[in-house]
Nanobody, 124 residues
Framework: QVQLVESGGGLVQAGGSLRLSCAAS????????MGWFRQAPGKEREFAAA????????GYEDSVKGRFTISKDNAKNTVYLQMNSLKPEDTAVYYC?????????????????WGQGTQVTVSS
C-alpha cells in the first residue's frame, strides 16, 4: 500500500503562483510514477503532469506546459507541482496519484493510489 498526502492548495489571483506537495509513504520504490490530476466542477478528472521516479522523466498536459513544473525530493519521498501564471481555468481540486511501473501515464485509470485532493482556486 502507498499513502499519499497532498498540501499547498489555496486561493490565488490570476497570474499568481502556488506549489502543491504530495508526500508518499508505505510501499514505495524507484519503480513507480507519480502524477497530478485535476477535476473542475462538472468536468471529468484530467491529467496535468506526471513524473517517473527512477529516471525523473516528466510529462505535461498541453494546457499547463511552460507554466507548471513537476519535481521530486528523493529524501522526502515527495513530489511537487509548481504552478506559475495561474489562470481562472486552472481552478479545480488537484489530486496526487501513484502507480507502479516503468513509465508515467496520462491515464487516471493507470494509477492505483490517490490522495484526498487539495482545492486550488484562481480568481480573475
Amino acid at each position: 500500500q502507498v499513502q499519499l498526502v497532498e498540501s499547498g492548495g489555496g486561493l490565488v489571483q490570476a497570474g499568481g503562483s502556488l506549489r502543491l506537495s504530495c508526500a508518499a509513504s508505505g510501499r514505495t520504490s524507484d519503480w513507480y510514477a507519480m502524477g497530478w490530476f485535476r477535476q473542475a466542477p462538472g468536468k471529468e478528472r484530467e491529467f496535468a503532469a506526471a513524473l517517473w521516479w527512477r529516471a525523473g522523466s516528466t510529462g505535461y498536459e498541453d494546457s499547463v506546459k511552460g507554466r507548471f513544473t513537476i519535481s521530486k525530493d528523493n529524501a522526502k519521498n515527495t513530489v511537487y507541482l509548481q504552478m506559475n501564471s495561474l489562470k481562472p481555468e486552472d481552478t479545480a481540486v488537484y489530486y496526487c496519484a501513484a502507480r507502479f511501473g516503468n513509465s508515467w501515464s496520462r491515464r487516471a485509470s493507470d494509477y492505483n493510489y490517490w490522495g484526498q485532493g487539495t482545492q486550488v482556486t484562481v480568481s480573475s
